[in-house]
């Protein structure tokens, strides 16, 4: 069973608007998450990184929550551009920070 | 610096054949991944190195594939022999020193590959 589970699986907003994307993860211990950014026929690239300490972490119009004691995360993508349509990928690495655990990720759709 | 480099970008080869993916890490990064990604099964890390030493080949799927890091900026990633089902996305990432658990993995383009 995948111990990160992300949700919605896809979802399309309008240019300008705001998205929430979800990330629930079962990894324990828990050493850091992270939220990649997957354009398509492109490797991923890293958005955010959090400690179990942080509870959240901005990257430019991209903003990352972490609830260590849920084992949730969330993404905020605020107004929202062409250029943010891509795959988002929730990504928890335990003890060993190498060893990450990917979830199946959530495409982002933006239509003008 | 021009970030992971992974060649070839696209791959088509028959059953059978031996296929050799490559790739070139961030200079003055010490640890390299290679990762499969598919529709089903998304992003699965295969093997990391460290130093150029294989730390962990636990998601190595079988024997028919085998990683080598000669160097400290060279690895390849072979499939021999290849089989449909290694139809596949194959990302090279490098990551700087260690920094507490904060290091970013930078990926390359990854190579497409297609076995017929």
């Known amino acids: 069973k995948n111990q990160v589970e992300q949700s919605p699986q896809s979802l399309i907003i309008l240019e300008g608007k705001n998205c929430t994307l979800q990330?629930?993860?079962?990894?324990?211990?828990?050493?850091?998450l992270r939220w990649y950014k997957q354009d398509t026929g492109r490797g991923p690239v890293s958005l955010t990184i959090?400690?179990?300490?942080?509870n959240t972490k901005s990257n430019g119009r991209y903003t990352a929550t972490l609830d260590a004691d849920t084992k949730q995360s969330s993404l905020h993508i605020t107004a929202s551009q062409l250029s943010d349509s891509a795959s988002y990928i929730c990504?928890?690495?335990?003890?060993?920070?190498?060893?990450?655990?990917f979830g199946a990720g959530t495409t982002v759709t933006v239509r003008a | 610096d021009a970030g992971v480099i992974q060649s070839p970008r696209h791959e088509v080869t028959e059953m059978g054949q031996e296929v050799t993916l490559r790739c070139k890490p961030i200079?003055?990064?010490?640890?390299l991944f290679w990762y499969r990604q598919t529709m089903m099964r998304g992003l699965e890390l295969l093997i990391y190195?460290?130093?150029?030493?294989?730390?962990?080949d636990s998601g190595m799927p079988e024997d028919r594939f085998s990683a080598k890091m000669p160097n400290a900026s060279f690895s390849t990633l072979k499939i021999q022999p290849s089989e449909p089902r290694d139809s596949a996305v194959y990302f090279c990432?490098?990551?700087?020193?260690?920094?507490?658990?904060?290091?970013?993995?930078?990926f390359g383009p990854g190579t497409r590959l297609l076995v017929l």
């Open positions: 990432a490098s990551s700087p020193p260690r920094q507490g658990g904060r290091e970013t993995q930078y």
């Open positions: 990330c629930n993860y079962t990894v324990s211990p828990f050493s850091n």
């Open positions: 959090m400690t179990f300490s942080e």
């Open positions: 990504v928890v690495s335990g003890p060993n920070d190498y060893k990450l655990s």
């Open positions: 200079s003055g990064h010490d640890y």
């Open positions: 190195f460290n130093n150029n030493v294989p730390i962990d």
